[in-house]
């Protein structure tokens, strides 16, 4: 299983990155997906999750800045990041879930950093 997230970078307050999250190795359409993040000397925190049926949350820090989506076709997770700010500065991560009858698949991917600054 591989989980390859790109699309991080230097973005100057106020600007956009739209991350990229391509799966392998799963039947990707039946597992619900997650972008997480961890800034320095922060915990892990969740930023966003899409269902298999296409269900949405967010982070409250995050309404109304960042979309999740999925390609089904593509096996690619998506996050769309409007308006960034310097505490939107992190290493995110995606994350792939899927219940099954002895527990929980839970794959993640390396990380892609994304930093605000001026």
């Known amino acids: 299983v591989q989980l390859q997230a790109s699309g991080g970078g230097l973005v100057q307050p106020g600007g956009s990155l739209r991350l990229s999250c391509a799966a392998s190795?799963?039947?990707?359409?039946?597992?619900?997906m997650n972008w997480y993040r961890q800034a320095p000397g922060k915990q892990r925190e969740l930023v966003a999750g899409?269902?298999?049926?296409?269900?949405?949350n967010y982070a409250n820090s995050v309404k109304g800045r960042f979309t999740i989506s999925r390609d089904n076709a593509k096996n690619t997770l998506y996050l769309q990041m409007n308006t960034l700010k310097p505490e939107d500065t992190a290493v995110y991560y995606c994350?792939?879930?899927?219940?099954?009858?002895?527990?929980?698949?839970?794959?993640w991917g390396q990380g892609t950093l994304v930093t605000v600054s001026s």
């Open positions: 994350n792939a879930v899927q219940p099954t009858p002895w527990g929980t698949d839970d794959y």
């Open positions: 190795g799963i039947i990707f359409s039946r597992y619900s």
């Open positions: 899409i269902s298999i049926v296409g269900r949405t």
